[in-house]
C-alpha cells in the first residue's frame, strides 16, 4: 500500500496556537488528485490514568463545553512547545492532582483523526502515585478530584460515564495493564 502525498497546503483558519485548519492538495496512489481535502493541526496531547499506592484510581467529576452534563475524566492536557509527552504527563498529573508517581508505563501514541489530523494522543499509566503538592490546575473548568476503586472505575467505563472518547479508550488500555 501507498501512501498519499501533499502536494500544497494553504491556510484556511488560524485560531492561535489552539488551532489551525488547512487545505491540502493531496495525490492518491492511483494518481487521482483531491484538491480541497481538510486538514486539522491542534497540538498534541497527553491522558494519564493514575492510581495511588492504595490502588485507587484519581479521576475527576467535571464539566466539558462539548459533553452534556458531567462525565468522569482522567489527567489531561497539551504538551507545551518542544515537550516530551512523558514530561507533560507527568507536569500534568502535579498540576492537577497534586500528585507524583514513580512508574510510569506508556500506553500508545495515537492519531486523533486518522483522515484529519487533529494532532496525537499519548497515553500513560502512573502507578504508586503519592500526594507531593498542592494542586495547581488552570483548567477552566470546574474538577472534583475522586478516589475510585478499579471496581468503580470498570462499573463508571460500563456505563458510559467516560464521555470522551479519549478517556474511555486510555481508561480501557490502563486496566487491560493491571
Request: glycine residues 8%; contains cysteine; hydrophobic residues 45%.
Amino acid at each position: 500500500m501507498q501512501p498519499w502525498k501533499t502536494l500544497a497546503r494553504r491556510t484556511l483558519l488560524e485560531c492561535g496556537r489552539f488551532l489551525t485548519v488547512e487545505g491540502h492538495t493531496v495525490a492518491l496512489p492511483d494518481g487521482r488528485i483531491i484538491e480541497e481535502w481538510p486538514w486539522i493541526i491542534t497540538p498534541d496531547y497527553i491522558n494519564v490514568v493514575a492510581v495511588t499506592v492504595e490502588g485507587r484510581f484519581l479521576c475527576f467529576r467535571q464539566t466539558k463545553y462539548s459533553v452534556e452534563g458531567t462525565s468522569l475524566a482522567v489527567v489531561g492536557g497539551y504538551l507545551e512547545p518542544g515537550e516530551e509527552a512523558l514530561a507533560a504527563a507527568q507536569r500534568e498529573l502535579l498540576e492537577e492532582t497534586g500528585y507524583t508517581a514513580p512508574t510510569w508505563r506508556f500506553l500508545g501514541k495515537y492519531s486523533v483523526d486518522g483522515n484529519r489530523g487533529a494532532g496525537n494522543a499519548h497515553f500513560f499509566l502512573a502507578q504508586d502515585a503519592i500526594p507531593s503538592a498542592e494542586i495547581h490546575a488552570d483548567d477552566l473548568e470546574e474538577q472534583q478530584l475522586l478516589f475510585l476503586s478499579r471496581e468503580e472505575v470498570e462499573a463508571a467505563l460500563d456505563a458510559g460515564e467516560f464521555k470522551s472518547m479519549p478517556w474511555a479508550a486510555v481508561v480501557s488500555l490502563a486496566l487491560r495493564q493491571l
